[in-house]
Each structure stands twice: as structure tokens, then as C-alpha cells.
DNA sequence: TGACTTATTCTACATGTGTCGAATATATTC
DNA sequence: GAATATATTCGACACATGTAGAATAAGTCA
């Protein structure tokens, strides 16, 4: 049952590396800390969401049963480290604000950030930057 | 009670210009077609979709809620408008993403495209020739 | 060992979103 | 004007997600 796609007729299509806002924000303390027990990513929580600490645990168990997360088990301890990395994540959310948003092109997303005040002069200077100081990608 | 925001202890903060993925699909057709008929969209979707009627108007009567559409009766024809324009929207969708993938910056994004076989050569390509072209910007 | 401190399990509830069918009201057309 | 085609309104249901309390199991320490 792990990461599969249920989609009989428009169900939810669980894109490889789709997360909740609350996945999110666990998955980045996930991340950093793995592995890692409930308890732990709650405290780093604590103040940025206030989560009770069932809360957390509720979310990290469903995300093991999405196949976001895996389990290792010591006595009585159960240690979570992830089963995607931030990259992969990354592109998951990447790719659906592209497909939503620019039906899956990025030239118009470029030209979207560009001219709007989303990008300041500095960004669209390091935007010149990276870009050109890439030379051939791969 | 037209684009509120309730966020009473971490609720849904409901951004200006988010929306859902059937949201996305209507608001498209919205905005190619509008103002129309919920019937017109229903239409436009019937083949990528295969929305039943009253999905499709059910779904665009909780956008009228939500202060995504409006709209403008006609007899007894409801005839909707979009309320956000479509550089609103992609402005939700792109600032979502990259609050949660990249933690708000912009540049981290970029070098992640550049990166990833998530952009072709000739996406680096449009990308440099989009952004080099662009002088100073505003 | 008993008190105290975690962790884990289970159960639950509210709201949002995807999806419709049925009933009803309006038009259109022969 | 009756039959037919359209729209609108309502009510519903399933599943996802956010959020958490209560009960229980285990480990720690004086």
C-alpha cells in the first residue's frame, strides 16, 4: 500500500511528492533530523504551530501510510525518517503550481516572475546569474 | 463575507487567488469564455472532465461564496464572472510553492530548475533568452 | 516498587473538496 | 398548452486534512 495512486474515476491522484501544508512542515523537521521520533518534531514545532503532540503524531502516521515516511522501530521507540527527499518534493510541488498555473510551461512563468513585483531587481539579477553562469545542463 | 480570511488558530488561511484543482479547471474555462453559463463550462469540460452538470455548478456556487466568481442574472440565467484575473491566481499558486518547497526565495528555485532534469536545455535556453532580454525591469 | 514522564494507540470531530441525483422552475417548440 | 429541453436549488455522501483528547503501555529514577 505504499505509494500508490488511487484514482478510479477522479479520486486523488497522490503524485509522487505531493505534501499537505502540515506535511510540509513536518517533512522539512523530518528532514533535518532523521531519524527522528514524534516527540522530537513536535518540540521543533512547538512554536511556529502549537501542535498538540497527537496532532503530529496523527499526521506522521498517515504520512508512513502514504509511503511519505517509513518507521524503525527500537524497543519501544519509533524512529521516522522520510521516503522522499526534499528535491523530489520540490519538484512535485514545482510541477503542479506549473501545470495549474502555466499549463506546464515554464517560459511563461519566467516572464510571469519578471514582470511582476513578485521579483525584486535584485532577484531577477540573480536569476541572470544562475542562468547564465549555467553553462550546458547536462 | 466575499474573500475573508479565517485563520481563528490555524485554520484555512484562504490566500487571494488560491484555488483548488476543479477551481483551476473552471476558472479557466471563466476566463476564456466569461461572463457564461455554468452549462458553457460544463461543456468545455466534458471531454478533459466528464462533470456531471450539477458538479461543475455546485462547485462554481461555492466559488461565488468564496468571492472567486460572480454573478449576473440574466432572467433566469446565471450568467458568472471571474473575480481574480488570472496573473492573480498564478500569484497564489507560484507564492504557495515556493513558501513551501523553497522557503520563499526565489533563488534557491531557480537553481533548483537549473538543476533538475525537471527543465530540458532548451527551457535553460528560453529561460536565458527571457531573462537577458529583459532590461532593467519597471 | 511506586511515582512520574514519555510514547503509542484509538477514536473523534469539523471543515473542505470532489461528485452527484432528485426535485423544481423556466423556456422553447410543435 | 403539452411535451421537451434547460437551469437552478437542495441535499447528500465519501474521503482528505487539520486537530486533539483519553486510555494505555513502557521506561526512568528516587
Same mark, same amino acid.
Given at each position: 500500500?505504499?505509494?500508490?495512486?488511487?484514482?478510479?474515476?477522479?479520486?486523488?491522484?497522490?503524485?509522487?511528492?505531493?505534501?499537505?501544508?502540515?506535511?510540509?512542515?513536518?517533512?522539512?523537521?523530518?528532514?533535518?533530523?532523521?531519524?527522528?521520533?514524534?516527540?522530537?518534531?513536535?518540540?521543533? #514545532?512547538?512554536?511556529?504551530?502549537?501542535?498538540?503532540?497527537?496532532? +503530529? @503524531?496523527?499526521?506522521? %502516521?498517515?504520512?508512513?501510510?502514504? $509511503?511519505?515516511?517509513?518507521?524503525?522501530?527500537?524497543?519501544?521507540?519509533?524512529?521516522?525518517?522520510?521516503?522522499?527527499?526534499?528535491?523530489?518534493?520540490?519538484?512535485?510541488?514545482?510541477?503542479?503550481?506549473?501545470?495549474?498555473?502555466?499549463?506546464?510551461?515554464?517560459?511563461?512563468?519566467?516572464?510571469? #516572475?519578471?514582470?511582476?513585483?513578485?521579483?525584486?531587481?535584485?532577484? +531577477? @539579477?540573480?536569476?541572470? %546569474?544562475?542562468?547564465?553562469?549555467? $553553462?550546458?545542463?547536462?
Amino acid at each position: 500500500m505504499v505509494n500508490e495512486k488511487r484514482n478510479s474515476k477522479g479520486k486523488n491522484e497522490t503524485a509522487f511528492g505531493e505534501l499537505t501544508e502540515a506535511e510540509w512542515a513536518i517533512m522539512k523537521v523530518v528532514w533535518e533530523h532523521q531519524p527522528c521520533a514524534a516527540g522530537t518534531v513536535q518540540d521543533a #514545532l512547538a512554536t511556529e504551530r502549537g501542535w498538540a503532540y497527537s496532532t +503530529v @503524531k496523527t499526521t506522521m %502516521d498517515r504520512m508512513v501510510d502514504k $509511503g511519505l515516511l517509513k518507521i524503525n522501530k527500537v524497543r519501544n521507540l519509533q524512529l521516522f525518517s522520510s521516503q522522499i527527499n526534499r528535491t523530489q518534493a520540490a519538484k512535485g510541488e514545482f510541477s503542479k503550481m506549473l501545470s495549474r498555473a502555466f499549463d506546464g510551461a515554464i517560459a511563461p512563468m519566467v516572464q510571469f #516572475l519578471v514582470e511582476n513585483e513578485n521579483i525584486s531587481e535584485e532577484h +531577477v @539579477k540573480e536569476l541572470r %546569474d544562475i542562468v547564465s553562469k549555467t $553553462g550546458r545542463n547536462k
